[in-house]
């Protein structure tokens, strides 16, 4: 289908495919075994100017929005959804400065951040507070020009790799949800120490550890907005980014499809192509076309939120909830396609399949998604009157 | 330091049918790119720009029309500019006129230090136009370089690879280098590279603009006469004789003989 794409938009598809088929799809297997950080490829991606695609060009960036995140993050996503979220998950730890940043905030960090020099990340989720993160208990207590953190945030992405964090942390616990705010906080900060790695099913070789803060010392230029803005933030951050989990997703279910669509056209039984049986065409013909509507909804919402509209939560949740369950379908049809190949390492698919079931979890699960759809609906129902 | 990359743009497969009338390759339906060869020797170039924190590359190319596209990827790459030598004229080129022609190009351009390729092109595979342009221009040439070990305005120390293992040679310049896929691993172009290249304006010099001898150029300017090209058939299988060493060593000699007689 023909999305239209701007010729600056075209580039960075073509690019990040051609990384994506050049340089991570040869190392995706290997690096899902060892679980190490694919550094090698960062820098690749540092040097070809896609680290900046969607910080505006006065910091160094090429200008681009969720739109152009989105299309990087699916051709990367291609070639590995692990490997991919180094890029795509600096991108979550950067839309709180890009939303909320004051001009110092953003010129201090935005240029590191789109030359690829330093990765970022973002830090909200607790062992208590998941999907109810207004139940945070790190806390951040002011103590003349400097806050002091203290608490211990789990699952973070990027974590022990990342130079800069974005940190959700309550400055007033009596006013619940209303309490928290936003910091930003840099990786050599005394006080700041990382867990071990998490040992993961997918998406094995992002960094995931605990960031553990003990008498954590930020220096109170680096509040966001202002204290008690911190959920607000979050959430909006969220907004910006679920576009990008969605086609993190997308991708992952695109190598899953072109994987089943060969092998079944390479596989012979019974004297012909298994893809000539109309039991797998009829599989191949779902898996396309929910992809299809996947892929269209992921750029409309996108789109939608780079024209600047209000109220975007709820294509943001729609987009990231739909192409993530579509993703679990298609990986899981595809692993079904290749019989007993699909269960074996040698083959990608099994990989695309625990890659995929993180996007159902991450960032809001899909049933916050589908909450927050609902809330929607019901709250434009409610204006209508 | 300004630095000159000679590329050419060949078929993407090596798989390459042969035109059984004009003995000429097919290139119908098949993808072209940047020769293997000459993206090390651009990746080289724009290192040695970085290395020494300035310069100047430029990448040429001999070749029709779309030739142009190979250009505007060696830009994307990091070359500064480009130009595309494209004429009817040159049509049916062979090594020597190519290498002629493209002297002529690097004499326009002027002050230059070096010359790259690659060490051949992935479809002729002959190897000669390195050493051809070093010649038309009358300046040192060193072939198959795996490392530049030092370079500066006036002279380069580099290794260059032989079977047994490699030479160290130095060499003043300006010079032309050939260059192995053991030098470097090209980047990716960049997102910067691509848009650069989307705009970048690519002059394209006739033979009249490179005030080239038209008897040295195209069909007529080519020494080469292609009377047949075509896949050698597979080696048939030898005979092994036996018996007594000097019985056997008399009815090789006498074999030989007739060969060498009757050919």
Known sequence: MDYLLTEEQQMIKDLCRQIAEEKIKPVAAEYDETAEFAWDI???????DICGI??????????????ELAIATEQLSWGCGGISLGFAATGLGAFPLLLYGNEGQKAEYLPDIAAGRKLASFALTEAEA??????????AKKDGDHYIINGTKQWITNAGEAEIYTVIAMTNKSKGARGASAFIVEKDTPGLSFGKKENKMGIRSSATREVIFTDCRVPAKNLLGREGLGFIIAMKTFDNSRPGVAAQALGIAQRALDEAVQY????????????SFQGVQFMLADMGTQLEAARALIYSAARMIDSGARNVAKVSAMCKMYASDVAMKVTTDAVQLLGGYGYMKEYPVEK??????????YEGTNQIQRSVIASSLIKESLGKK | MKILVLIKQVPETTDVKIDPETNTLKREGVKSIINPFDMYAIEEAVRIKERSGGGQVIAVSMGPPQAMEALREAISMGCDEAVLLSDKKFAGSDTWA???????????LGDYSVVLCGKQASDGDTAQVGPGVSTHLDIPQVTYIKKIEQINAESARVERMTEEGYEIIETALPAVMTVVKEINEPRLPSLKGKMRA????????TAEDLLCDEEKIGLDGSPTRV?????PPPRQGGRVLAGEPEAVSKELADLLKDVVISS
């Open chain 1, 42 to 48: 960062m820098k690749i991606l540092a040097e070809s």
């Open chain 1, 54 to 67: 969607y910080i505006p060009e006065e910091y160094g960036g090429m200008g681009g929005g969720v739109f």
């Open chain 1, 130 to 139: 998941g999907s109810d993160a207004g139940s945070i208990k790190t806390s």
């Open chain 1, 264 to 275: 079944t056209h390479e596989r012979r039984q019974f004297g012909q192509a298994i893809s």
């Open chain 1, 352 to 361: 695309l399949m625990r890659d995929a079931k993180i996007t159902q979890i």
């Open chain 2, 98 to 108: 190519t290498s002629y022609t493209l002297s002529q190009a690097i004499r326009k």
């Open chain 2, 198 to 205: 989307k705009k970048a304006e690519i002059p394209v010099w």
């Open chain 2, 227 to 231: 009377i047949k090209v075509f896949t």
